[in-house]
């Protein structure tokens, strides 16, 4: 198993910046990739990047291309999500996800943390 927690979140205005950290322990040498997603009340959880652990491939979703990037370091067993020019629409809870190298699942979540945008 895998223990995630993430920190960095909080207020800010339109426009502004935030970045995410999330630090994993346990048994890392099973995770293949690790993600970002965030959700909002009364709607599904959206992917928004993710990053290869052994040679930092990165993917962003769409619309997170041009504001966001995704980083790790993997002796610090970190991940990083940088957000920029965030909107009010950013406004979610973030959360870390582990990606098992066997099954290729999201089998591992942080407890997440909030990010409030506002207009």
């Known amino acids: 198993q895998v223990q995630l927690v993430e920190s960095g979140g909080g207020l800010v205005q339109a426009g502004g910046s935030l970045r995410l950290s999330c630090a994993a322990s346990g048994r890392t040498s099973s995770v293949y990739a690790m993600g970002w997603f965030r959700q909002v009340p009364g709607k599904e959880r959206e992917f928004v990047a993710s990053?290869?652990?052994?040679?930092?491939?990165?993917y962003l979703a769409n619309s997170m291309k041009g504001r966001f990037t995704i980083s790790g370091d993997n002796a610090k067993n970190m991940v990083y999500l940088q957000m920029n020019n965030l909107k009010p629409e950013d406004t979610a809870v973030y959360y870390c996800a582990a990606q098992s190298r066997t099954s290729r699942e999201y089998d591992s979540w942080g407890q997440g943390t909030q990010v409030t945008v506002s207009s």
């Open positions: 990053i290869t652990w052994s040679d930092s491939r990165a």
